[in-house]
Structures are given as structure tokens and as C-alpha cells.
């Protein structure tokens, strides 16, 4: 998956149901709201609630650094 890929539009968390942005290379999406990731394997998201996986605050705030200001949450600093 690439960062220009059209399915990115489309996919959403399952359990917000909100946008979700792809970390490069790493190769996993990330929900910045609630700090879980998903997995992508063989080029397929996988999406399901129990995928998911909580990243601590530490690592949270890692991953911000390297979003653009347009990825982040509204109420993370930009």
C-alpha cells in the first residue's frame, strides 16, 4: 500500500469509523485519535477491532512528529 493509494480514502477504523493514515514504512495504519494501529499484511488492512493495537503515549507522540499538520487530531498540537 502507498500513500497515493485511492483505497486509503475509503478505509475507516472500526471502531471510530474515522479516517485512518498509512505509516510509511512501518506499513500500518494509524488512528491518531485513538492511538491504535492496524496492520497491513500481504497488502490487506487488517481492520478488525481485535487487530488493532494501542500504542502508549510515548510512541503516540513519535508518530505525530511524522504526520503532516493535516493528519493530526483537531486537538494535538500542530
Not at 495504519?29 to 500504542?55: A, F, K, M, T, W
Request: charged content about 30%; some cysteine.
Amino acid at each position: 500500500m502507498t500513500p497515493d493509494d485511492p483505497l486509503l480514502k475509503i478505509l475507516a477504523c472500526p471502531i471510530d469509523k474515522g479516517p485512518l493514515t498509512l505509516l510509511v514504512p512501518d506499513d500500518v495504519l494509524y488512528n491518531p485519535r485513538l492511538h491504535r494501529r492496524y496492520p497491513i499484511l500481504d497488502d490487506i488492512p487488517q481492520l478488525l477491532p481485535s487487530s488493532g493495537e494501542q500504542v502508549t503515549e510515548t510512541e503516540h507522540e513519535a508518530i505525530l512528529r511524522r504526520l503532516p499538520p493535516d493528519a493530526r487530531p483537531p486537538d494535538e498540537p500542530r
